[in-house]
């Protein structure tokens, strides 16, 4: 078990007025104690109370992977027992049992009908809390995460020729991702020509390269459990005057916006520095998404870079900043970095290019 991860689980506990936590979410658990297995349509959780006198427990089907020195004290049922009994013999029924969001109302309806606690309360926030604040190794993790990134978009490029589609690009990835020393994507990669760059989340189809085209790549991997994530926009042919501004707006709104990243800046303000640019450009209407969102263990963690988000950023927090104008029928530009918070500003973790690049594209 991880003794102050913990502990800062069980001070945001506390600061939302609970004493116990039942976490099923399969990484926040990895997060804890480092167990991790896939328990499909079977029970994990791992209960935490904020007495520190009390040891957490795990739960498992005795079919999992043994738990080993992951918890000290761990609970174990078979297909023919139910779960919840166990859980509901642990819980203080004299208090709020706080949930996690991931809890399936299979396994929290009978926990309520069992009277395991005084009340329930979603309390998925002490956890993404704790996990938003990213310590020396999982920095380390993210930024070697975002170096593979950066050298696998030098491979997306390099496949442009005329007639190759979205899709046998992104097909492709994988596997460069694999040779690259990552295990998999973080999302399903974005693969856009022409003007299907101004749909902000295309799926890649049989549409073929043609020289011209507007390229964008936003892709992302997990390596050793931690995702990176990156977009980059490209021309083929010498951009029009109205392409280079979309693009030189676009890319001074990304710009600006990391460099007010630091300790105490509010997650709006951030988004409004990219928002304005693109406002005052005329493009305002055609900005249509948050500025950016956080990453970890998963490409999107609660706490998104957004108007509507008003708490300060903090050293070890890691998101993204990912402005795009999407004038539809016409051109896509987006343009995305991954940051950390730093004591005193921020660390950019994607280092590939981003001023406006013509490719030259052979057949």
């Not at 918890?71 to 509901?88: G, H, I, K, N, Y």
């Not at 936003?218 to 459990?225: A, E, H, L, S, T």
Request: contains cysteine; glycine residues 8%.
């Amino acid at each position: 078990m991880n003794v102050d991860r913990l502990a800062r689980v069980r001070a945001n506990l506390r600061d939302l007025g609970l004493s116990q936590m039942l976490l099923v979410d399969p990484l926040s658990i990895w997060w804890l104690c480092g167990y991790y297995t896939e328990p499909y349509e079977r029970f994990l959780g791992l209960y935490v109370s904020c007495d520190e006198s009390r040891r957490p427990v795990m739960f498992c089907n005795r079919l999992f992977p043994a738990v080993g020195d992951a918890c000290a004290d761990v609970r174990t049922f078979d297909d023919t027992e139910d779960p919840m009994a166990l859980v509901s013999a642990v819980c203080d029924h004299g208090t709020t049992l706080g949930v996690d969001k991931e809890l399936a109302a299979r396994w929290l309806v009978p926990l309520m009908e069992a009277g395991a606690a005084a009340g329930f309360r979603l309390a998925s926030g002490a956890v993404d809390d704790a996990r938003s604040l990213k310590d020396a190794r999982e920095q380390d993790l993210m930024r070697a995460a975002s170096a593979t990134n950066d050298r696998a978009m030098e491979w997306l490029v390099a496949q442009l020729r005329p007639g190759i589609t979205e899709a046998q690009i992104a097909d492709g990835l994988l596997t460069e991702y694999r040779r690259l020393g990552a295990s998999d994507h973080s999302f399903s990669p974005i693969v856009s020509f022409g003007d299907h760059g101004a749909d902000p989340h295309h799926e890649p189809d049989n549409t073929p390269f043609e020289l011209g085209d507007v390229v964008l790549f936003d892709v992302g991997c997990k390596q050793d459990w931690y995702c990176s994530d990156m977009t980059r926009t490209f021309f083929t042919a010498e951009p029009t005057e109205h392409q280079r501004r979309v693009y030189d707006t676009v890319r001074r709104a990304n710009e600006a916006a990391e460099a007010i990243v630091a300790p105490g800046v509010e997650f709006a303000k951030i988004d409004l520095t990219a928002r304005r640019i693109i406002e005052d450009a005329g493009w305002g209407p055609y900005f249509t998404h948050r500025l950016g969102h956080q990453i970890g263990l998963v490409d999107h963690e609660p706490g998104d870079v957004s108007s509507a988000h008003h708490e300060g950023v903090r050293p070890g927090q890691c998101f993204s900043i990912e402005p795009g104008i999407y004038l539809p029928g016409d051109i896509g530009v987006r343009i995305e970095d991954l940051l950390i918070v730093t004591e005193h500003g921020c660390e950019i973790l994607n280092h590939y290019p981003k001023v406006l690049t013509v490719l030259t594209c052979h057949g």
